[in-house]
């Protein structure tokens, strides 16, 4: 077992008009590792969801068995 943080930061960026772009920023920290992902998105659950996938597989990839 491998204890964490997980830290997500959340930005709305405005653009001209109604829409705007929602980017999320996400690090996990254990002792001796660091793993940083970002995405974006116009909408806001895809945007969270693309974030929350790549913090998944960097996950599994750097504590791959």
């Known amino acids: 077992d ?4 997980l830290v997500l930061h959340a930005k709305k960026h405005s653009k001209d008009g109604d829409r705007a772009i ?7 920290k254990t002792p001796g590792n660091l793993i940083n992902v970002e995405d974006s998105d116009w909408l806001l659950s895809t945007a969270i969801h693309k974030v929350m996938n ?3 597989s960097s996950t ?3 504590f791959r068995k």
Do not use: E
């Open 22 to 28: 929602y980017s999320f920023h996400g690090k996990i």
């Open 60 to 62: 599994q990839n750097k």
């Open 2 to 5: 491998v204890k964490g943080t």
């Open 54 to 56: 790549k913090l998944k």
